[in-house]
């Protein structure tokens, strides 16, 4: 029953009696005072519910703390009594660059001799070369597998503070071209030897140059805009970044040769070619679709090439009609295929020698884990550290002691005096509820006994 209702109940019952209204009026008693009075009569029993409330609730965050102290404690206990944490082990590898070392607390003390006789690779299937073997005596006007040559283009040669410009027409050949560019360095005092081999022009010059476009591409078209100057001795080379044959990866597959829509098959799984798809769009198909196979373009040498996203003996398939394999240079003819090799090991421990091999770099031996980075051997030293054995004995005890210290204060500690609850902070209500209780008197000895007997 609440206040409002017992006032009710009072108003209700005392109205009711016009003599002890009138009474009051006429003997000068105080009504107001005694209804009041019946009302903290009335709500005794109310205040006692919810003084009694007050105490279970504060008792219960009491107990409540003590749970939260031990579940702590058996968290700590838990990952202290894994092997890991009793016996720690220590690990060191004499040469990092060819393998790194960690240890489970399985691991036999002693020195490892292990030479690493082989590293994992990735299988690897690249196609053939996709564009056009380009020969000297071409055309510039005829190099357009990447680029479309302008006519006469205007190309700067420049040394120090001097410069020529010689102008290549579409008619050009790349042997015209050299003997331009052959000219303009001599008129500038220098010494140069220009060739074009494989699909690259090189210029070496006694005098470190520049070479640029005015107008045109023809430093595009030539790949010498990509290309970095380098210096050996008294000799300075620029050469095209990679064969100008090669088609780019915007190249539709119609201009490769295919000449209707179809389909390719890569491990078993099966992508869809449109005639107006570019190379790279092809690329980014068999990316989304083929989980264990990673596509890229080689802009150098103008082959599509697949790896495998695992290291180890893993297969490559290639499956399609020639109407598609062909022209991208996929088929048996054009196309080459690396099988990946196992990583192998030779360990030597207590004048027992094995041979092991995984598809991985990494390795699992006796509680070693071994990481492979180069061939060589490294010596591997295991031990047991004594040292953070004390050190974490030492971190027991005083997560013991605390835990102790805490249950013996909640069952000796004396209520807060002096104070109203009002003015106690949290803590200081809940001080003293647990003094000489018995279910926590009980746990504390346990906990004591448990390493004194």
Same mark, same amino acid.
């Given at each position: ?79 202290f009594s894994l092997q890991a944490t009793l016996i720690p082990k220590t690990a060191t590898s ?64 420049? =040394? ?5 410009? $010689? +102008?290549?027409?579409? !008619? *050009? /050949? ?5 003997? %331009? ?43 010498l805009n990509d290309a970095s100057l380098k210096q050996s001795g008294t000799t300075f080379t ?25 389909? =390719? ?5 099966? $992508? +869809?070619?449109?005639? !107006? *798809? /570019? ?5 980014? %198909? ?91 051997s490294a010596i591997v030293t295991v031990g047991t550290d004594r040292d953070k054995i004390v ?63």
């Amino acid at each position: 029953m609440d206040l409002s209702s017992i006032a009710n109940n009072i108003n209700y019952r005392y109205q009711q009696s016009s003599r002890m209204q009138i009474g009051g009026a006429v003997s000068g008693l105080d009504t107001q005072s005694i209804i009041e009075k019946l009302l903290e009569i009335e709500s005794l029993p109310l205040q006692r519910l919810n003084d009694k409330y007050t105490q279970y609730t504060n008792l219960q965050k009491a107990y409540k703390k003590v749970s939260e102290k031990i579940r702590d404690f058996y968290d700590y206990i838990t990952n202290f009594s894994l092997q890991a944490t009793l016996i720690p082990k220590t690990a060191t590898s004499s040469a990092t660059s060819v393998l790194t070392v960690s240890v489970a607390p399985s691991a036999l003390d002693g020195t490892y001799n292990i030479d690493v006789l082989n590293l994992a690779t990735n299988s690897i299937f690249k196609s053939g070369k996709l564009g056009r073997e380009i020969q000297a005596t071409d055309t510039y006007a005829s190099i357009d597998t990447r680029y479309t040559p302008v006519d006469n283009s205007t190309v700067k040669i420049k =040394i120090g503070s001097q410069e020529q410009q $010689i +102008t290549i027409s579409h !008619s *050009d /050949t790349i042997n015209d071209i050299i003997s %331009k560019l052959q000219q303009a360095f001599t008129d500038l005092g220098a010494t140069a030897n220009i060739s074009f081999q494989d699909g690259k022009m090189k210029i070496e010059s006694n005098k470190a140059f520049q070479i640029s476009n005015v107008s045109g591409n023809f430093t595009f078209v030539f790949r010498l805009n990509d290309a970095s100057l380098k210096q050996s001795g008294t000799t300075f080379t620029l050469e095209s970044s990679g064969d100008i044959g090669v088609y780019s990866t915007f190249k539709t597959l119609s201009s490769l040769g295919i000449s209707s829509d179809t389909t =390719i098959k890569i491990n078993g799984k099966e $992508i +869809t070619l449109k005639t !107006s *798809d /570019t190379l790279q769009t092809m690329l980014q %198909k068999i990316n989304n679709t083929v989980s264990d196979v990673y596509a890229t373009y080689d802009d150098k040498s103008g082959q599509i090439v697949l790896t495998s996203k695992t290291t180890g003996d893993n297969i490559i398939s290639v499956e399609g009609d020639n109407i598609a394999l062909t022209p991208l240079k996929l088929d048996d003819v054009n196309s080459t295929f690396v099988l990946g090799q196992l990583a192998q090991v030779r360990v030597t421990f207590n004048g027992v020698t094995e041979e092991l091999s995984s598809k991985s770099n990494t390795f699992i031996y006796n509680g070693l884990t071994l990481n492979l980075s180069a061939l060589g051997s490294a010596i591997v030293t295991v031990g047991t550290d004594r040292d953070k054995i004390v050190e974490r004995v030492k971190d027991f005890v005083n997560k013991w002691n605390e835990l102790t210290d805490f249950l013996y204060t909640k069952i000796t500690e004396d209520k807060v005096k002096g104070k109203s609850e009002d003015q106690m902070n949290e803590d200081e209500k809940l001080q003293g509820l647990l003094k000489n209780d018995a279910f926590l008197r009980r746990i504390f000895d346990k906990f004591r006994n448990f390493l004194t007997v």
